[in-house]
C-alpha cells in the first residue's frame, strides 16, 4: 500500500511530495493516516496495548529558504506533533534539510555527538523543535563511521551532509536500536537511505463493523454437472450479448 502526500494545486510542479509505502504487516496495523502537503502522518497498532506508533514523515524547506516558508513549514509540523498523544509511539523522519553537526551543547537530552559536521540555521531550527517535543534526534545517538551517518551527497560528489533524520520520542528511546544510512540501495537519488532498527511489533487492527470477505464454495469446482450446469448458462448469456450486438 502507497500512502503519498503533496502539493494539492492544479498543474503544481511534482516537488517537496512525500510517501509512506507499507508492507503486509504494516497495512493491516493501519488505524488511519492524514494527509499535509509537505508531509504525512499515519497511526499503526502495536502490541503494547494501549499504545499506538505515529509515523509522520515530512519534506522540510532548504536552508536558503524564505524564513516565512520556513516558519510556516514548522507551524504545521508542531500542530501535527502535538496532536499525537505524549503515551504514544511518535516517529518523525524526512529530509529536514538540516545538518545538527556533532556539537550536542545545550540539547543533551535529545541529541548524542555522533552527528557529521558543524549545525546550520537549518539545524538550529530543526533541533529547538525536537526540545520542545522532547524527540531524539536517532541519527546522533550511534557511533558509526563517517560513510554511514552522511545522508546527502553534491551532485559532483564533492560535498557530503546528514540532513535526513530519524527522530524518536524520548519515552520510547531504548525500542530505536540503531540508525544509519545504507549506501547499497540504489534509489536514484543523491540522498541515500536511511534506516532505523526498532524493537517494535505490530498488532493487526479489527476495525469494528468490517465487512467480512465472502467464502468461496470450492467444492462446486468438483462436481462435474455443476461445471456442466454453469458454462451452458454461460454461454447463454455471452450469446444473448453477442445477439444485441449484431442488432446494433
Request: glycine share 6%; proline share 2%; with cysteine.
Amino acid at each position: 500500500m502507497l500512502l503519498y502526500s503533496g502539493h494539492e494545486e492544479e498543474n503544481a510542479p511534482h516537488i517537496q511530495g512525500v510517501a509512506l509505502i507499507l508492507p503486509k504487516v504494516a497495512r493491516n496495523a493501519l488505524v488511519g493516516w492524514e494527509s499535509h502537503g509537505s508531509g504525512i502522518k499515519a497511526s499503526f497498532k502495536t502490541k503494547k496495548e494501549g499504545i499506538t506508533m505515529n509515523i509522520i514523515q515530512c519534506y522540510a524547506p532548504t536552508n536558503d529558504t524564505n524564513d516565512d516558508i520556513k516558519d510556516q513549514f514548522y507551524e504545521q509540523l508542531e500542530s501535527i506533533i502535538e496532536k499525537c498523544s505524549r503515551k504514544d509511539l511518535t516517529i518523525l523522519m524526512g529530509d529536514l534539510n538540516a545538518k545538527v553537526g556533532i556539537d550536542n551543547t545545550g540539547y543533551e537530552d535529545i541529541m548524542r555527538r555522533h552527528g557529521l559536521g558543524e549545525r546550520n540555521e537549518n539545524g538550529e531550527r530543526f533541533a529547538n523543535m525536537c526540545a520542545i517535543n522532547i524527540l531524539v534526534i536517532g541519527n546522533t545517538a550511534f557511533p558509526h563511521k563517517r560513510i554511514h551517518k552522511a545522508t546527502w551527497i553534491s551532485p559532483d560528489h564533492t560535498t557530503e551532509n546528514q540532513i535526513d533524520h530519524i527522530c524518536i520520542n524520548k519515552k520510547f528511546r531504548r525500542t530505536m536500536e540503531d540508525v544509519r544510512t545504507r549506501r547499497g540501495a540504489n534509489i536514484a537519488s543523491d540522498h541515500h537511505l536511511v534506516v532505523a532498527n526498532l524493537k517494535l511489533k505490530l498488532k493487526k487492527n479489527w476495525t469494528t463493523g468490517q465487512t467480512a470477505l465472502p467464502r468461496f464454495n470450492t467444492a462446486f469446482l468438483r462436481d462435474t454437472n455443476k461445471i456442466n450446469e454453469f458454462k451452458i448458462a454461460l454461454n447463454n448469456r455471452l450469446q444473448a450479448v453477442r445477439d444485441l450486438l449484431k442488432e446494433e
